[in-house]
């Protein structure tokens, strides 16, 4: 454990003079932490044990999903061939380049280029919204087919109309849920943006810009999951 | 009040004296420590008590001995319980073979017997001393559980799916049954009465009771009225698999899996057909879910087991069901070697 | 441990963490640990009195074997509004939230929590998800259990299941934000010379608390989630009628919810484990058994859900690792209540009221304990399974257990936080009452449970009314020893004695600064130079 002994910097926000509810302005040491690296720190492992959540909280899905898919294998293929599978290898791509952009503004942020910064941080920006976008169509597409469970579903095959509803209800469920983290993503994105603007980041202060791409890239990293399991499993059928 | 104070159920099955014994075991040995820790606090207590405020006594680290035999020691004892627990487990789920069968359906609020002559009960269960009874469960609606505490026995009764449980009762008698899985409003309404008869008793309930037709010929008829025999047949017509013999066999499935054809599967092959498609065959069966009940599921079950059973036992209705010539000669109930 | 720092000098007018601001917003706004824990003390109280209410009503329902309190409705309601309040909103707060919150960054040297906002955020959102079941109990209730099995919870009652299960939604995450502030804040927050196996061990409890509040809480989040969908939307995830599995949403359910058993005892083994060497004056025996020991059952705690299925139909061998697993899970705790006995050997045992809790604890626990080894054995549980017996178990674990602990942690740390010292007589009287009632009204619970008398009946048959009898009266005592702690604290706020800065002659960091501490915690940041636990003449002086 590196941590056992934190080095003992002169707190420019120690206990002295600072107001006891003091809140830091960003870039600043806030007043509890002893040094600006222990603050990062702090920062850093606090997204790391939030991811650790968030996989848990998918994790229940998945599991669902796994039970189901082994009890309905045969069913669960041939729901899946429901999915526009071009759609869907867009929206990879789109999702896999805009991790490429996260990393890139995190990269400037750190070397302190700010106008870099602004421009990744907008194609970031652009890329997720198209995912959304692309998303929305095929959502829509699904309603046209009457493919939302409840008591408009619809599907083509009777005997295996019980399963397919289960297997769009965990397909809704699970993109559903990645598309609110997606939108969540956007939010912090845009004040990132905002901050980014007023100059707020510099090489010595930039571990929102860090840990939001953190963020950034485990809501990807969900993605490269669903894809194949929702979209591909069905393809040796044909 | 005028009350009597229990403090202890009957013991009416061959298992509930196996239970009991663990049970005072695990009490003997709670005691011992419950008692060895509370005399170390309360002796240590007066003891060592702060006898003046300036008291300092010296620091103990603590003892690697002390530490290794207090975990290793009830290590080996809850591994004792572990195992003769897991040994009641076993034969509380091992059926034996001449279990009489008796399916049970819960639903809000009551419980419905059926046996296998056709007489029905509602909340009462009667059986005979000394036979065991196998209990086939499911359920209406939601999770209820049949619990018999004086034949220790307790069973979670699942919507969608068997369970199953047995019993032996070892005395004659009227024996609380409840629902212990909460079930709603009426939950503690759900409860009933075993009675435990003797042979003969039981016999002459059995005679007495207004005894339709059996399960399995009741599931006969659906089996025809549902014109399942237009396919499940034993000719070179069939389109689907052939269903005698098959109870409690092996079934080879078309993706390669294997199960055996026991109660669940029967079920889900008439609710689900396209689950477990039997290899060589097409998913074209159509799902009944919605069709048929689950006391018409439970005949339509028995009759497929009475399609396995010696011809002796074999309900008379089945004759009509399946021209005589193929009982004469019942082709061997391997699926892969039926046509496609 | 004594640490290097400016001896606090007791001085009458200065500047405090409850006097630096005033006013209501001062509270409100605050990113003062200390001041938050005091929020979430105040909170939580009020969910313990009217879960402890809806207990009061339970028992006198039971007084008669028919039922004629209330209605059979109503009685379901109660008995589900109890589990929900007293589980959610009290008992999984209630040590780590108030105690932890306060004394965590003090025991590790820090001036707060590593994120402070997030810490008055976290207690936010306990309150509007507090709102939301508050408004689920206001409207009619929620008929359930607090275990919302399925399907009856998604297709058959009819009562206020999506608003109850918002609420808990919603506390899940004050629950994972607590637990994600604590775990950041030992690692990083560490004081210079505090490393790892210098921690008390209510930090080390804290810790793996910690880890099973961040890895289960989020199971039971989609948990909730699915059982909302499938009611709104009818998205048949557990309802065989829309092809579901009823098994699988016990199987995600207990995946929390075995592991928030150790969430609500925990903490409150941290709370005895202070306890003991304080009140025994002597370091405690087996430092790092006792802190791994938390360790390991945070780490078992997450394999044995399945002992809450033994009857559900699972299969055999699923059965038998989950019964073995639960076997071992046990281990850790007997060799807690080991080494804290052992702790007072050659000790110097004060009587005090906070060790009256602790004797209680270890006491009650035990029994508590030693019960739940009857139902890791399946043979057994299949007899005593979801009756009495498992009431009285669980019981003994979480009123005997936490309870006792959260009592005897506010007892003794009640002059640091407040600055007053709680009338001693008192308070030994309400211990003694609440040990009484709570035997009485529990024990019997377990001879119902083994003659088949099962859980969450609203009527009962005659031959178990004696006995329910003897329990109802218990619950009577029991409630008025809850009363009296109530009004002394309260009392001893405005006239309680002025406390030293160390009472008890404790090592801790936290009794090194003021009784009420400044907001900053300590006037000069400590640096650590000793083990735990070492009592020298210094603590014995402060008390003598």
């Given at each position: 454990m590196a941590d056992a002994a934190h080095e003992h910097a002169p707190a420019r926000g120690g206990s002295g003079g600072l107001p006891p509810q003091g809140s830091a302005p960003p870039g600043r040491l806030q007043h509890h932490f002893e040094s600006m690296a222990q603050q990062k720190e702090a920062a850093s492992l606090g997204m790391w044990v939030f991811l650790v959540t968030e996989i848990l909280f998918f994790g229940g899905l998945f599991l669902a999903y796994t039970i189901y898919r082994w009890e309905f294998s045969r069913a669960f293929a041939h729901a899946s061939q429901h999915m526009d599978i071009l759609l869907g290898t867009v929206n990879t791509a789109v999702l896999i380049f805009s991790s490429l952009t996260m990393a890139m503004a995190v990269h400037s942020a750190e070397t302190g280029r700010k106008k870099l910064l602004i421009g990744f941080l907008v194609a970031t920006m652009v890329l997720g919204a198209a995912f959304l976008g692309i998303k929305a169509v095929e959502y829509t597409d699904h309603f046209h087919h009457h493919l939302f469970p409840g008591p408009g579903f619809h599907y083509p095959v009777p005997a295996d109309a019980r399963a397919a509803e289960l297997f769009f209800s965990l397909y809704f469920a699970?993109?559903?849920?990645?598309?609110?983290?997606m939108i969540v993503g956007l939010g912090i994105l845009t004040t990132l943006l905002v901050m980014a603007k007023r100059g707020a980041f510099t090489p010595e202060y930039n571990t929102p810009v860090e840990i939001s791409g953190l963020y950034w890239h485990f809501v990807d990293i969900v993605w490269i999951f669903l894809f194949p399991l929702l979209y591909l499993i069905g393809r040796h059928l044909h | 009040m005028g009350q009597t104070l229990p403090l202890f159920p009957d013991q009416a099955s061959t298992m509930a004296g196996r239970v009991d014994a663990l049970y005072f075991y695990l009490l003997a040995v709670s005691v011992f420590f419950a008692t060895l820790i509370a005399l170390s606090v309360i002796v240590f207590a007066i003891r060592y008590r702060r006898r003046s405020e300036g008291e300092l006594p010296r620091g103990i680290e603590g003892s690697l001995k002390l530490e290794l035999a207090w975990t290793v020691i009830p290590l080996f004892i809850s591994l004792s319980f572990f195992f003769w627990g897991a040994k009641i487990f076993f034969a509380m789920n091992r059926v034996p073979d001449d279990a009489i069968e008796i399916n049970v359906i819960g639903k809000q609020w009551m419980w419905k017997v059926q046996h296998a002559d056709g007489q029905r009960e509602i909340n009462e269960l009667h059986v005979p001393?000394?036979?065991?009874?196998?209990?086939?469960?499911?359920?209406?609606?939601?999770i209820h559980d049949f619990f018999v505490p004086a034949f220790r026995m307790k069973q979670d009764v699942v919507p969608g799916q068997y369970t199953r449980t047995w019993f032996e009762a070892s005395k004659p008698g009227r024996y609380h049954i409840f629902c212990s899985?909460?079930?709603?409003?009426?939950?503690?309404?759900?409860?009933?009465?075993?009675?435990?008869?003797?042979?003969?008793?039981?016999?002459?309930?059995l005679a007495g009771g207004a005894a339709s037709e059996s399960l399995a010929s009741a599931g006969a008829k659906l089996f025809q009225r549902h014109a399942c025999n237009t396919c499940h047949r034993p000719d070179s017509l069939a389109r689907g698999p052939n269903l005698e013999g098959l109870f409690g066999k092996q079934v080879q499935l078309a993706d390669g899996r294997t199960v055996v054809a026991d109660e669940s599967y029967l079920r889900e092959s008439i609710l689900t057909p396209n689950n477990k498609i039997v290899a060589g065959f097409q998913p074209i069966m159509p799902t009944f879910q919605g069709l048929v009940s689950e006391e018409e599921l439970l005949q339509l079950v028995a009759y497929v087991k009475s399609l396995s059973k010696p011809a002796a036992a074999a309900p008379p209705q089945s004759s009509r069901v399946l021209p005589p010539s193929n009982r004469a000669a019942p082709p061997t109930p391997s699926q892969k070697e039926n046509p496609k | 441990m004594s640490a290097v720092v400016e001896e606090p000098e007791p001085q009458e007018p200065r500047d405090n963490y409850l006097t630096s601001r005033y006013g209501v917003k001062s509270w409100l706004l605050t990113r003062d640990h200390k001041r938050i824990a005091l929020l979430y003390l105040a909170s939580i109280n009020v969910f313990f009195f009217l879960g402890g209410l809806f207990a009061l009503l339970i028992r006198l329902e039971l007084l008669t074997p028919e039922g004629d309190l209330v209605q059979a409705e109503t009685y379901n309601k109660l008995f589900t509004m109890h589990g929900v309040t007293m589980i959610f909103f009290f008992m999984i707060p209630a040590v780590p939230a108030v105690l932890g919150n306060f004394f965590i960054p003090m025991m590790v040297g820090a001036k707060d929590l590593a994120f402070p906002r997030l810490n008055l955020l976290s207690w936010y959102i306990y309150l509007v998800g507090a709102l939301f079941t508050f408004w689920a109990i206001v409207h009619g209730g929620v008929d359930t259990g607090w275990t919302f099995y399925t399907p009856y919870s998604t297709a058959s009652s009819n009562s206020h299941v999506i608003a109850t299960a918002v609420g808990i939604f919603i506390t899940g995450f004050s629950s994972i934000l607590t637990g994600l502030n604590f775990l950041v804040t030992i690692h990083t927050m560490r004081a210079p010379g505090?490393?790892?196996?210098?921690?008390?061990?209510?930090?080390?409890?804290?810790?793996?608390?910690?880890?099973?509040?961040?890895?289960?809480?989020?199971?039971?989040?989609?948990?909730?989630?699915?059982?909302?969908?499938?009611?709104?939307?009818?998205?048949g995830f557990f309802d065989p009628a829309l092809g579901g599995d009823p098994i699988l949403f016990q199987h995600l359910f207990w995946f929390y919810s075995h592991p928030a058993v150790y969430i609500?005892?925990?903490p409150a083994m941290g709370v005895i484990s202070e306890l003991v060497t304080t009140f025994s004056r002597k370091n405690i025996f087996g430092y790092k058994f006792v802190a791994f020991s938390s360790i390991a059952i945070a780490v078992l705690s997450f394999l044995v859900w399945g002992h809450h299925m033994f009857v559900s139909g699972q299969s055999v061998y699923a059965g038998l690792i989950f019964s073995i697993l639960s076997f071992l899970v046990a281990i850790p705790s007997a060799v807690k209540i080991f080494n804290w006995t052992a702790t007072m050997y050659k000790g110097s045992v004060s009587y005090r009221t906070p060790m009256l809790y602790a004797f209680g604890f270890i006491g009650l626990f035990t029994i508590g304990g030693l019960t739940g080894l009857f139902l890791a054995s399946l043979g057994v549980d299949v007899h005593v399974h979801d009756t009495y017996f498992i009431i009285a178990h669980f019981h003994y674990i979480m009123v005997g257990g936490t309870i006792m602990g959260y009592l005897g942690g506010v007892h003794y740390w009640w002059p640091k936080i407040s600055g007053k010292l709680y009338p001693e007589g008192w308070a030994r009287?309400?211990?003694?009452?609440?040990?009484?009632?709570?035997?009485?009204?529990?024990?019997?619970?377990?001879?119902?449970?083994?003659?088949?008398?099962?859980?969450?009946?609203?009527?009962?048959?005659?031959?178990?009314?004696?006995?329910?009898?003897?329990?109802t009266a218990g619950a009577s005592i029991l409630g008025v020893g809850y009363i009296i702690p109530l009004i002394y604290m309260v009392w001893s706020m405005r006239y309680g004695r002025n406390a030293p800065a160390n009472p008890w002659g404790s090592t801790g960091l936290e009794w090194k600064t003021t009784s009420p501490p400044p907001t900053d915690n300590f006037e000069t940041p400590p640096v650590v130079t000793e083990d735990p636990y070492i009592y020298s003449p210094e603590e014995v002086e402060i008390v003598g």
């Amino acid at each position: 454990m590196a941590d056992a002994a934190h080095e003992h910097a002169p707190a420019r926000g120690g206990s002295g003079g600072l107001p006891p509810q003091g809140s830091a302005p960003p870039g600043r040491l806030q007043h509890h932490f002893e040094s600006m690296a222990q603050q990062k720190e702090a920062a850093s492992l606090g997204m790391w044990v939030f991811l650790v959540t968030e996989i848990l909280f998918f994790g229940g899905l998945f599991l669902a999903y796994t039970i189901y898919r082994w009890e309905f294998s045969r069913a669960f293929a041939h729901a899946s061939q429901h999915m526009d599978i071009l759609l869907g290898t867009v929206n990879t791509a789109v999702l896999i380049f805009s991790s490429l952009t996260m990393a890139m503004a995190v990269h400037s942020a750190e070397t302190g280029r700010k106008k870099l910064l602004i421009g990744f941080l907008v194609a970031t920006m652009v890329l997720g919204a198209a995912f959304l976008g692309i998303k929305a169509v095929e959502y829509t597409d699904h309603f046209h087919h009457h493919l939302f469970p409840g008591p408009g579903f619809h599907y083509p095959v009777p005997a295996d109309a019980r399963a397919a509803e289960l297997f769009f209800s965990l397909y809704f469920a699970m993109t559903g849920l990645h598309a609110l983290h997606m939108i969540v993503g956007l939010g912090i994105l845009t004040t990132l943006l905002v901050m980014a603007k007023r100059g707020a980041f510099t090489p010595e202060y930039n571990t929102p810009v860090e840990i939001s791409g953190l963020y950034w890239h485990f809501v990807d990293i969900v993605w490269i999951f669903l894809f194949p399991l929702l979209y591909l499993i069905g393809r040796h059928l044909h | 009040m005028g009350q009597t104070l229990p403090l202890f159920p009957d013991q009416a099955s061959t298992m509930a004296g196996r239970v009991d014994a663990l049970y005072f075991y695990l009490l003997a040995v709670s005691v011992f420590f419950a008692t060895l820790i509370a005399l170390s606090v309360i002796v240590f207590a007066i003891r060592y008590r702060r006898r003046s405020e300036g008291e300092l006594p010296r620091g103990i680290e603590g003892s690697l001995k002390l530490e290794l035999a207090w975990t290793v020691i009830p290590l080996f004892i809850s591994l004792s319980f572990f195992f003769w627990g897991a040994k009641i487990f076993f034969a509380m789920n091992r059926v034996p073979d001449d279990a009489i069968e008796i399916n049970v359906i819960g639903k809000q609020w009551m419980w419905k017997v059926q046996h296998a002559d056709g007489q029905r009960e509602i909340n009462e269960l009667h059986v005979p001393v000394g036979r065991p009874v196998r209990l086939t469960m499911t359920s209406e609606d939601v999770i209820h559980d049949f619990f018999v505490p004086a034949f220790r026995m307790k069973q979670d009764v699942v919507p969608g799916q068997y369970t199953r449980t047995w019993f032996e009762a070892s005395k004659p008698g009227r024996y609380h049954i409840f629902c212990s899985q909460y079930c709603g409003t009426k939950h503690s309404s759900m409860i009933g009465w075993v009675h435990a008869m003797e042979p003969g008793d039981f016999q002459a309930w059995l005679a007495g009771g207004a005894a339709s037709e059996s399960l399995a010929s009741a599931g006969a008829k659906l089996f025809q009225r549902h014109a399942c025999n237009t396919c499940h047949r034993p000719d070179s017509l069939a389109r689907g698999p052939n269903l005698e013999g098959l109870f409690g066999k092996q079934v080879q499935l078309a993706d390669g899996r294997t199960v055996v054809a026991d109660e669940s599967y029967l079920r889900e092959s008439i609710l689900t057909p396209n689950n477990k498609i039997v290899a060589g065959f097409q998913p074209i069966m159509p799902t009944f879910q919605g069709l048929v009940s689950e006391e018409e599921l439970l005949q339509l079950v028995a009759y497929v087991k009475s399609l396995s059973k010696p011809a002796a036992a074999a309900p008379p209705q089945s004759s009509r069901v399946l021209p005589p010539s193929n009982r004469a000669a019942p082709p061997t109930p391997s699926q892969k070697e039926n046509p496609k | 441990m004594s640490a290097v720092v400016e001896e606090p000098e007791p001085q009458e007018p200065r500047d405090n963490y409850l006097t630096s601001r005033y006013g209501v917003k001062s509270w409100l706004l605050t990113r003062d640990h200390k001041r938050i824990a005091l929020l979430y003390l105040a909170s939580i109280n009020v969910f313990f009195f009217l879960g402890g209410l809806f207990a009061l009503l339970i028992r006198l329902e039971l007084l008669t074997p028919e039922g004629d309190l209330v209605q059979a409705e109503t009685y379901n309601k109660l008995f589900t509004m109890h589990g929900v309040t007293m589980i959610f909103f009290f008992m999984i707060p209630a040590v780590p939230a108030v105690l932890g919150n306060f004394f965590i960054p003090m025991m590790v040297g820090a001036k707060d929590l590593a994120f402070p906002r997030l810490n008055l955020l976290s207690w936010y959102i306990y309150l509007v998800g507090a709102l939301f079941t508050f408004w689920a109990i206001v409207h009619g209730g929620v008929d359930t259990g607090w275990t919302f099995y399925t399907p009856y919870s998604t297709a058959s009652s009819n009562s206020h299941v999506i608003a109850t299960a918002v609420g808990i939604f919603i506390t899940g995450f004050s629950s994972i934000l607590t637990g994600l502030n604590f775990l950041v804040t030992i690692h990083t927050m560490r004081a210079p010379g505090m490393t790892w196996f210098r921690l008390p061990l209510f930090v080390w409890a804290h810790y793996a608390t910690s880890l099973i509040i961040v890895l289960g809480t989020p199971v039971i989040a989609v948990t909730i989630l699915m059982v909302g969908a499938e009611r709104i939307f009818h998205l048949g995830f557990f309802d065989p009628a829309l092809g579901g599995d009823p098994i699988l949403f016990q199987h995600l359910f207990w995946f929390y919810s075995h592991p928030a058993v150790y969430i609500m005892i925990l903490p409150a083994m941290g709370v005895i484990s202070e306890l003991v060497t304080t009140f025994s004056r002597k370091n405690i025996f087996g430092y790092k058994f006792v802190a791994f020991s938390s360790i390991a059952i945070a780490v078992l705690s997450f394999l044995v859900w399945g002992h809450h299925m033994f009857v559900s139909g699972q299969s055999v061998y699923a059965g038998l690792i989950f019964s073995i697993l639960s076997f071992l899970v046990a281990i850790p705790s007997a060799v807690k209540i080991f080494n804290w006995t052992a702790t007072m050997y050659k000790g110097s045992v004060s009587y005090r009221t906070p060790m009256l809790y602790a004797f209680g604890f270890i006491g009650l626990f035990t029994i508590g304990g030693l019960t739940g080894l009857f139902l890791a054995s399946l043979g057994v549980d299949v007899h005593v399974h979801d009756t009495y017996f498992i009431i009285a178990h669980f019981h003994y674990i979480m009123v005997g257990g936490t309870i006792m602990g959260y009592l005897g942690g506010v007892h003794y740390w009640w002059p640091k936080i407040s600055g007053k010292l709680y009338p001693e007589g008192w308070a030994r009287f309400a211990a003694l009452v609440i040990f009484i009632g709570f035997n009485l009204t529990f024990f019997p619970q377990f001879i119902l449970g083994y003659l088949g008398m099962p859980r969450r009946y609203h009527s009962y048959p005659d031959e178990f009314q004696v006995l329910n009898v003897m329990s109802t009266a218990g619950a009577s005592i029991l409630g008025v020893g809850y009363i009296i702690p109530l009004i002394y604290m309260v009392w001893s706020m405005r006239y309680g004695r002025n406390a030293p800065a160390n009472p008890w002659g404790s090592t801790g960091l936290e009794w090194k600064t003021t009784s009420p501490p400044p907001t900053d915690n300590f006037e000069t940041p400590p640096v650590v130079t000793e083990d735990p636990y070492i009592y020298s003449p210094e603590e014995v002086e402060i008390v003598g």
